[in-house]
């Protein structure tokens, strides 16, 4: 995601970069004469699924077969109702994520259609090694805490007491942010990314959140400024990309363009999979390199983030089409971690799967010819020059290891962990487009 | 005691647009988007939604900011093998192409040349009644309006009168095949391969030996030394199915569901004289137009009511919202062909009138604005006046109805009613 906006660019209103591609100066666009399917509804009619489908409760709750059918049938799906190009091939959507001169992210900011929104520092090297070293002294002890926490009882939820708790104790601690205030910010913070959702009610509540957490977050920042500590508030605010000292909008634009799903989701599809799968969940607990095997797995069999969009820079010639610019793309991660082509029995969850390799989930392949699978983090690689001694772990890393640390804690801390007596966990949005996951985890344990 | 009002609120759920209330009733979701939403950002269907008249006006006017095509109009394309209409003028935007083709056939639906199919409208008006003026009652949906134009265009373009049934059975497969829904697609296509198959030797024939007929016409018309290619008239034959036929069919059903339904006062008026079935075709028009929407893209940023619309973003035109706007006509929600507000007369593509009235906006204004706008006037006059000529004391067979309805979004087609039943005397 290109986050901080460099000088040489116009910035639209409303956050969309303007003229920054260059101009064809020589004729017409350089594909062949190709057949395009233009008009709105017509030859676009398809036998086996209706566009209503992508967008209906069927797909909030269990979106596999419907992306399936997009994916054996339609790689690239003009989906009329919801003017959107589907993307479902593993090989087609892993081209878009890489392909950045002709396909553009959009910021969450653009989605809020914020004038002057602020800058996103996410990318910004000094926060990314601070990040670092928080996660690497924090995480395992954040995640024991509350594992002790939850040994006292005997039951409890590991959606909301443990995978939600814990991606948020780690927001809260890592900013610093005061115990009385915990509630405060958990709130705000929701609010702002719920916003970015298709709801528009949901936008002008994520609108408010904003204002509010730039309010709250003014006398903490002024504090911080002052004398600065570890915390990554700290770090921000001494920041100053393109010689400008960092806003407290800046700062709340970059808490909103954080993930929240990476690490809730993720942590909450893992320990769902694991207890929907006793098998697994034995192998996944009887070490650490296993666990990890395990979230990777989680990430391709249940992606928190079903789907990413890119959009179009320019008209270009696609998987047998013409592509519209300024045209959305949907590319199915849902759809492109289950194809039959890249993995072996791909609805099934294996957690020493022998078909995907154990690097970044960049939707990539080793040299050797193992796909990743696709996760968060997609895309091109780092705008950092890959010296690994000389920069942090990109921020998938840490989010994975983190992940890992947590649920290794609550392994040491807690045994014999199964679903609670008649529970159905289930895995679900809260609408259409938002975060896949499972939102209660009911299970027993004792204490180890 | 006096019941509050229920003024709509600003909230709008977006997924309201894809639920059958909103196909049969858009109007109170238009009222919102007008009053709290004049740029409504569908994040849902990734669109941008305009819905005031003079907006909806503005749009239609700037052809520099607003693209109808979805692609660039000066790509090497090649359109159709795939498509229900095939190759056809409207793929091209608002290039030179559609400007060559566009003025190529529309004058064959104006002034003399439409006078000159005159009394053909009339004749076959009368088969239809023909069928069931015996009954007392008609079905006007199915055994009248469904009839007339489909019939009008097969005399128009001179094809023989006894192939004019299968003519109807391929236009309905055609229509049905328009819709998102997937299960109608096949038999569309087949209809469209049939009636190319049909009608490829009468284009060789009658580019060779022209006649008087619009096929003919069309064959042979040339703008600037340019004629359209064979594929390029099939095309067309195609659009003047959807665009000429299932339009005016419906026209025709809804202006007799607002004398009986929404009007009945009226209805007398109409059948005492009988020039009023233009300003009842007009109302219609602006009341609850047969196509409510029209797409475009914006080619640059537009800033508008403090909002900016991006750039290649997809806008959605609700003529339909515009057409009740209370900035543009008094007393928009209420159905009256004696209107004082409304240009009653023949629509023009600028959208401004002499008598300094607004026009609605039922046909659109510019560079799209429909071709057919005389012929489907006068087509539906003429249809509705011989058969209110024919019937005495017409009235609705059924009190209650369930009133107009766009299709839903699996099906192709334009806003009607399902059925509509009417008795009369003879």
Sequence with gaps: MASVIK??????????????????????????????????????????????????????????????????????????????????????????????????????????????????????????????????????EIASSIASGLAQNGHGDLATGFAARFAMDLLLKSLDIPDKDAGQFTSLFWRMQRGTSWNPALREDGIKAMDELTHYLEPIVGLRKKEPGEDLISVMVQLAPDNNPVTVRDIVVTLLERDHETLHGALANLWFLLLTHPGEHEKAISDRRLMKLAYLETLRHSTPVLSAHRFAIDEVERFGRLIPEGAQLVCSAAAANRDPKIFNEPDRFIVDRRDMCQRESRGQYRADGLATGIAFGLGKPSIHPA?????????????????????????????????????????????VGEMHTCWKLPVTYSKK | MSEAIKTPGAEIDPRVFDTPEF??????????????????????????????????????QDNESYDRAVYKPDGPYEFGSRHIFGPNILEY???????????????QFVGQKLQDFMPMIHQISDEVIDKFIDDGEVEIVKQFASQVPIRVISNMLGLPREDEDTFVEWYQALIAGLGFGGEHLAAGMEARNDMWGYIDPLITERSKNPGEDLLSRICVAEMDGSRMTPDEVKGFVALLLAAGGDT???????????????????????????????????????????????????????????????????VILYLGAGNRDERAFKDPDTFDIHRDDLHMGKENRSGRYKDGKNGHLGFGIGQHFCMGYAMARQESAIACSKLAARIKNPRPKFAEHEGISSPSIDSGGFRTPEELWMTFDT
């Excluded at chain 1, 101009?23 to 509804?41: A, I, L, M």
């Excluded at chain 2, 990734?46 to 003079?54: E, M």
């Design chain 2, 93 to 107: 935007g608002n290039s030179g192409e559609h400007r060559r083709l566009r003025n190529i056939v529309a004058g």
């Design chain 2, 248 to 314: 005016t069919e419906k026209a025709i059903a809804n202006m007799w569901y607002h004398l009986m339904y929404t009007r009945p006062d009226q209805l007398q008026d109409v059948i005492d004289n009988e020039d009023m079935w233009e300003n009842t075709f007009t109302e219609m028009m602006r009341y609850d137009p047969v196509v409510h929407a029209q797409f475009r893209h914006t080619t640059r940023e537009i800033e508008i009511h403090g909002d900016v619309i991006p750039e290649r973003a997809g």
């Design chain 2, 23 to 60: 196909q049969k009733n858009p109007f109170p979701i238009y009222q919102q988007l007008r009053d709290h939403h004049p740029i409504y950002h569908d994040r849902f269907h990734n669109r941008w939604i305009i819905s005031r008249y003079w907006d909806v006006d503005g749009a239609f």
């Design chain 1, 387 to 431: 010296i690994p001694e000389d920069r942090p772990r990109s921020r998938y890393a840490l989010t994975r290891d983190t992940a890992v640390a947590a649920s290794q804690a609550l392994v040491s801390h807690l045994d014999n962990i199964q679903l609670a007596k008649g529970a159905s966990p289930h895995l679900s949005a809260l609408t």
């Design chain 1, 7 to 140: 000088e040489d660019q116009v910035v639209g209103r409303n956050g969309v970069v303007i003229s920054k591609r260059p101009q064809r100066s020589d004729g017409p666009p350089k594909y062949r004469t190709y057949e395009v399917y233009q008009r709105e509804r017509v030859g676009e009619s398809t036998e086996k699924i209706k566009p209503g489908q992508l967008i209906s409760e069927d797909y909030r709750l269990d979106p596999y077969p419907i992306v399936a059918v997009l994916r054996e049938h339609y790689p690239c799906y003009r989906d009329w109702l919801s003017n959107s190009y589907w993307i479902s091939e593993y090989n087609d959507v892993t081209s878009i994520f890489t392909d950045d001169a002709n396909f553009e992210t959009r910021p969450k900011t653009w989605i809020y259609g914020l004038e002057n929104p602020g800058r996103n520092l996410n990318d910004e090297l000094p926060l990314l090694e601070a990040e670092e070293i928080f996660v690497d002294t924090q995480a395992e």
